[in-house]
């Protein structure tokens, strides 16, 4: 039975051999990765970390043993904010734990400086309200996002089970997303980008390939078609950093076509031609793989035709380059 708004939420995690010797609070933000260190350890301390087998005091610097298992409580979650905003959406499929929906391009995913409203997260309150705190109060049901101007798939969790699920997937590397990408100039390959990423040392709106002080990330990419003036790839992320893919591309010279932050506005595109394919995940209470696939929109196939490429079967893609 889900809990209702005024319960807590009860979870048990247990310790395994390879866990034995941590800290409680590294130990279990190991186990919730939805959760930072600082709310584990403020949850230890606010009482809500019990131990199944008697134990010394609770507290995060407690060395954890094999056997041994906790019970967090997690308090109900706070009211959001962000108010119900009936937008459209275009919902691929929903039931009482996720939603999948195909994002159009130019839809802002959260509210933030310069969009205070009008956006998928107002959309999504206004259509399922019970969503308000689900992983965070000011970005409820969020495990993943894309950019403003890239047009496809977002995976919504609409519990708290969904989320912790949905999160330890993606953190794993469980969760597939697959793009599609049209790029200025001939790549006519696959391959794989594999260059740190961190905030742009002159330009706070922008992120850069950083050696020394990126985090890591690998983009995958084969090309479907290409000329001299520009390539149609298929990517695959095995990270999910800010503008991954947009940076990447630039790093190899091969930026986004219409990209006006990455690259150049050649007037050949009305955006950033870079569209969230597809999405393959497990269901959180079934277990069980669910694949979803978006043709990308029109003005996608319009530039794909300026640039003398042509449009594909897209439902019939499939994943050839080794991971």
Not at 39 to 64: D, F, M, N, Y
Not at 146 to 158: C, F, M, Q
Not at 230 to 250: C, D
Request: aromatic share 4%.
């Amino acid at each position: 039975m889900k809990p209702t708004p005024a319960e807590s939420e009860k979870i048990v995690v247990s310790v395994g051999p390879a866990q034995k010797g941590l800290r409680l609070d590294v130990f279990l933000a190991s186990q919730l990765s939805e959760f930072s260190r600082s709310r584990i350890r403020a949850l230890i301390e606010e009482g809500r970390v019990t131990a199944e087998i008697p134990a010394k005091e609770i507290k995060p610097s407690l060395t954890v043993m094999e056997g041994q298992a906790y019970r967090i409580s997690i308090p109900p979650p706070a009211p959001t904010d962000i108010p119900a905003q009936a937008i459209r959406l275009d919902i691929l499929f929903e039931d009482e734990e996720i939603l999948v929906i195909n994002k159009p391009a130019g839809l802002v995913v959260h509210p933030g400086a310069g969009n205070p409203d009008k956006t998928l997260l107002n959309a999504l309150v206004a259509h399922c309200p019970h969503i308000t705190g689900v992983g965070g109060v000011q970005r409820p049901g969020l495990v993943h996002r894309i950019d403003k101007d890239t047009s496809g798939l977002l995976a919504i969790a609409k519990t708290g089970k969904a989320y912790r699920s949905l999160v330890r997937q993606l953190a794993g590397r469980k969760l597939s997303r697959e793009y599609l990408g049209i790029v200025k100039g001939l790549l006519n390959e696959k391959g794989m980008v594999d260059a740190a990423i961190g905030r742009h040392p002159s330009a706070r709106n922008r992120m850069a390939v950083r050696a020394e002080t990126g985090k890591h990330a690998i983009t995958h990419f084969q090309t479907l078609q290409a000329n001299a003036r520009a390539s149609l790839l298929h990517l695959k992320l095995e990270t999910g950093r800010t503008h991954q893919i947009r940076v990447h591309m630039e790093f190899i010279k091969h930026p986004i076509l219409g990209d006006r932050v990455y690259g150049e506005d050649s007037g050949w595109a009305p955006r950033q031609m870079l569209h969230a394919l597809r999405l393959t995940l497990k269901h959180p209470l079934s277990g069980d793989p669910k694949t979803f696939t978006a043709p990308p929109p029109e003005d996608f196939l319009e530039s794909l035709q300026k640039m003398g490429l042509e449009s594909k079967k897209w439902e019939e893609l499939s994943w050839t380059v080794e991971d």
